[in-house]
Nanobody
Framework: QVQLVDSGGGLVQAGGSLRLSCAASGLTFSAQAMGWFRQAPGKEREFVTAISYNGQTIYYKDSVKGRFTISRDNPKNTVYLQMNSLKPEDTAIYYC????WGLGPALMSDKNYGYWGQGTQVTVSS
């Protein structure tokens, strides 16, 4: 069955860095667009970043542009989220998601993803 396993979260001071990983199995990874979403306590889940299935298009939430970088390693069936210059407002549970043959701005909506990881907690202290 399809499985997405998120990892790499933790507690970090403001200004620090973390790298999240999402390892996929049970699907054709190279055919999946991959997204990262996050949900803070008391808030709705929000888009963070996404990369199209062919790696040619990347989208970022405005507030993370220049600080976060998404990348994918197809031979390892893994997508990464490098997070630098972290801020307390980045504190949330981060989820990866997969969408077959995903392209275009639809990747910025969580409604367009069929597979989800279990989430990994990121806490940024001030």
């Amino acid at each position: 069955q399809v499985q997405l396993v998120d990892s790499g979260g933790g507690l970090v001071q403001a200004g620090g860095s973390l790298r999240l990983s999402c390892a996929a199995s049970g699907l054709t990874f190279s055919a999946q667009a991959m997204g990262w979403f996050r949900q803070a306590p008391g808030k709705e889940r929000e888009f963070v970043t996404a990369i199209s299935y062919n790696g040619q298009t990347i989208y970022y939430k405005d507030s993370v542009k220049g600080r976060f970088t998404i990348s994918r390693d197809n031979p390892k069936n893994t997508v990464y989220l490098q997070m630098n210059s972290l801020k307390p407002e980045d504190t949330a549970i981060y989820y990866c998601a997969a969408r077959p043959w995903g392209l275009g701005p639809a990747l910025m909506s969580d409604k367009n993803y069929g597979y989800w990881g279990q989430g990994t907690q990121v806490t940024v202290s001030s």
